[in-house]
């Protein structure tokens, strides 16, 4: 009987291996989906769809005490925010659904690859290279056709968010070069395309990759701060795009008034200086969990220098995602929420010289960039990350319990064996 049962389940694995195999894959390139979700408003509907096929291949399994102590704890906020007038039940509901299915499908995803993240990772990492390949193929094209030099976004939405979409990749790679000599063709290609971008945060973000690389050696360290600041000082001079965002941002932040500054440093000041105006009235748990729509529209009319922006009605720019996920979490959470996201980020990370610490870092590099900028809660990208954020510090923890990181290299052969390996199919 108990023979039976285990050859049933065996050939049942089987049957529906070719799903699984489909849903990896469908998840690995909905990474990297935010454009074709912007042009069809497909929304969160994607992986709802993927979500119910994925619950009949995992079957129902029990869903981990974070999730849902996260999702009471988003319920309350939004519940209490709604009972003191700050928030509404419309915008938190959106947030809350697509924060949940989030949450919901990536956890089940990775117990459907049996909590895999490595081989998710470097499945990402390929693909990153490809999009990278894309993205240079077309900015070329883009270039021919204007009869001008444009900024490389490829099949991102944005410059910004194709710099969001590869560095973790770009880290990794760098990683590899630096201990392995290997990889020096995706390191030469994510460089040239990240210049191409003209990103000022995806320059800020490379050169804290560039400082958690030196990191791994505490002489190299003493010379970071040195390597930073002419890197970001050639970046200043050569650009005058990174150079016109930073003179803006600088004034508009020192004199609190958003005259004549352009319009991603308007959506960025505009944003700090309503959710200041949050924290003046709840400092401790902000207006709730989807609030800062509503918060954006009761202050918006107090800024100076916002009658320009209304003119060419443009004052609503990054009104729902406040322009940066630093100033969202404090307008909707406060500071209990900003110390809890700080927590979250030097809980989970892994330091070292391990390729734990490779992945750990990579990852820490494009939740820097979303710190600065990106104020969206559930884009294609990120529970990905925040999972392989969290799995790797999991594993890294009962290896070390275990003893594991006494044996030299135990984890490197491990990723090495991964990356060589003919089978990447499995799921």
């Known amino acids: 009987m108990e023979h039976a049962s285990r050859s049933q389940t065996t050939s049942t694995r089987r049957d529906d291996a070719w799903i699984r195999e489909l849903l990896y894959y469908f998840t690995l390139i909905y990474v990297f989906g935010n454009l074709l979700i912007a042009k069809f408003g497909l929304s969160i509907r994607l992986l709802e769809a993927a979500l119910l096929v994925i619950c009949f291949v995992v079957k129902f399994t029990r869903i981990p005490a974070w999730i849902l102590w996260l999702l009471l704890y988003l319920a309350v906020s939004g519940f209490v925010g709604i009972a003191k007038g700050t928030d509404s039940f419309s915008l938190f509901i959106t947030e809350f659904r697509g924060v949940s299915f989030s949450l919901l499908y990536y956890c089940f995803f990775f117990k459907m690859i049996r909590n895999d993240f490595e081989r998710a990772f470097l499945t990402y990492a390929r693909i990153a290279f490809w999009f990278a390949v894309i993205g240079f193929l077309f900015w070329a094209g883009t270039c021919v056709a204007t009869h001008g030099l444009a900024r490389l976004q490829g099949l991102a939405t944005e410059p910004a968010q194709f710099c969001n979409l590869v560095l973790p990749a770009y880290y990794w790679y760098a990683h590899k070069f630096i201990t392995a000599r290997k990889n020096g063709l995706e390191v030469a290609v ?18 804290f990759g560039i400082v958690l690389l030196l990191s791994r050696r505490s002489k190299l360290l003493l010379v970071a701060p040195l390597i930073v600041s002419v890197l970001l000082g050639l970046a200043y001079s050569t650009s005058s795009y990174f150079r016109q965002r930073v003179d803006e941002t600088v004034v508009a932040a020192t004199t609190s008034d958003l005259t004549g500054s352009g319009l991603s440093t308007f959506a960025l000041v505009s944003n700090a200086m309503i959710t200041q105006q949050v924290l003046k009235e709840n400092p401790v748990m902000g207006n709730g969990f989807g609030s800062h729509p509503m918060s954006h529209e009761r202050f918006l009319a107090s800024l100076p220098g916002i009658e320009s922006f209304v003119g060419w009605n443009l004052e609503s720019t990054n009104a729902k995602e406040a322009a940066s996920f630093t100033l969202r979490v404090v307008s909707e959470f406060g ?40 104020g969206e809660y559930y884009q294609p990208e990120q529970f990905f990350f925040i999972f392989i954020y969290v799995l790797n ?12 990181h006494g044996i030299p290299n135990v984890s490197a052969k491990r990723l090495n064996l991964a990356t060589n390996s003919p089978n990447t199919s499995r799921a």
């Open 190 to 207: 994510f460089t040239t395309t990240v210049l191409l971008s003209v990103s000022s945060l995806g320059f800020l973000s490379v050169t």
């Open 335 to 374: 500071i209990l929420g900003f110390f809890a996201m700080l927590y979250f980020l030097v809980h989970f990370h892994v330091s070292g010289n391990e390729p734990s610490a490779a992945i750990s870092n990579a990852v820490l590099v494009v939740f820097f960039l979303k710190l600065i900028r990106s």
């Open 393 to 404: 510090y999991q594993r890294f923890r009962r290896e070390v319990r275990a003893g594991v």
